[in-house]
């Protein structure tokens, strides 16, 4: 038990350290969206560009991974839209964005530490994977289905604002340049793999923080019910049927993947959902429920997550 706390700890700790100076004022939440940018258009593209950029050609892409996390990801997302649709009335977007609060990890700002703490050598790798499924599938999907419901738009008119929206994110063109540098066998200077290193070494810690940061000041008054199911769906249901459909896919028999990137995949399903859930919710007008279900499903994922790493190990007979 020793050793699961080592690794979940100092996590959690850093989140709670952003929480605390953020609550107390010493930093403003208006500074957590400065380094949250830091971090998404700077040091998380520097760390999956180094992640992918110094490996293998043969080992950049696990289509094996990104299929497992895709079925079990949209297996999330449908089952939950279905549990929730069932106490909303016909039209709502809400199942759709409850949904996609289950199904969305936050692989970036919480579940990368966690690996890093894990599976170190093939955490950045992870992330990369994980990003590309998130960014090109599953939030896309998710904001399809709820403007669709919301009668904000068909699924064209959503494609193309999800395809101008990743257009421009810096991660989605790191990890295009990582590839291309580790297909390609594009050598690269020291001095420059060193610079983009010193960038990716500040992702961790800082996510963290401004994880916590944005979490001060946020409540669940009156959504205690939603939020709960929105908790229980990510933390629960995902991991859960992120293990199935490995063990299924195995048992049909697709060849066993490292034991690093079983052991990912569904650590990677138990993180609480992405930071930016919020965003994707106001125009639905949801988003104050949207942020009371990060703040429980953050704090409440020390404990499943702590849970999960005693028990996954056995789960997956490593």
Same mark, same amino acid.
């Not at 990801?73 to 106490?87: A, E, P």
């Not at 700002?109 to 950045?124: C, E, K, N």
């Not at 610079?195 to 008054?221: D, K, N, P, R, Y």
């Given at each position: ?123 950045? +790798?992870? *992330? ?5 499924? $998130?960014? @090109?599938? #599953?939030? =896309?999907? !998710?904001? &399809? %289905?709820?403007? /669709? ?91 859960? +049927?992120? *293990? ?5 896919? $195995?048992? @049909?028999? #697709?060849? =066993?993947? !490292?034991? &690093? %990137?079983?052991? /990912? ?54």
């Amino acid at each position: 038990m020793l050793a699961i706390l080592a690794i979940t700890v100092p996590i959690y700790l850093a989140i709670a350290t952003g929480w605390l100076v953020t609550r107390s004022g010493l930093f403003a939440r208006g500074d957590m969206r400065v380094l949250g940018l830091f971090v998404i258009r700077l040091a998380l593209p520097a760390l999956l560009f180094s992640a992918l950029a110094q490996r293998p050609s043969d080992a950049v892409l696990d289509l094996r991974y990104m299929l497992l996390y895709a079925l079990g990801s949209l297996l999330t997302l449908f089952v939950g839209r279905w549990w929730v649709g069932r106490h909303s009335p016909p039209g709502s977007p809400v199942p759709a964005l409850m949904a996609m609060g289950m199904s969305c990890p936050n692989s970036g700002f919480v579940g990368y530490p966690i690996l890093s703490m894990v599976i170190a050598q093939t955490a950045g +790798l992870v *992330l990369g994977l994980n990003m590309i499924v $998130e960014n @090109l599938l #599953l939030v =896309p999907l !998710a904001m &399809a %289905l709820a403007d /669709a419901a919301g009668g904000r738009g068909d699924w064209r008119t959503a494609l193309r604002r999800t395809l101008h929206s990743l257009a421009r994110n810096p991660m989605i063109w790191a990890m295009a340049a990582g590839v291309m540098v580790t297909l390609l066998h594009i050598p690269l200077p020291a001095p420059l793999l060193r610079t983009i290193g010193l960038f990716a070494q500040a992702s961790t810690a800082l996510s963290l923080f401004v994880i916590g940061g944005s979490l001060a000041g946020l409540g669940m008054a009156g959504m205690r019910r939603q939020v709960l199911r929105i908790a229980a769906g990510k933390l629960l249901l995902h991991p859960a +049927l992120m *293990l199935a459909v490995l063990l299924a896919a $195995e048992a @049909l028999g #697709l060849p =066993p993947m !490292a034991p &690093a %990137l079983r052991l /990912a995949l569904v650590l990677s399903a138990a993180s609480p959902m992405l930071s930016i859930f919020p965003i994707l919710a106001q125009p639905h007008g949801q988003d104050s429920l949207a942020a009371a279900a990060l703040l429980a499903t953050t704090a409440l994922s020390f404990f499943s997550i702590s849970a999960l790493l005693a028990v996954l190990p056995h789960l997956l007979g490593l």
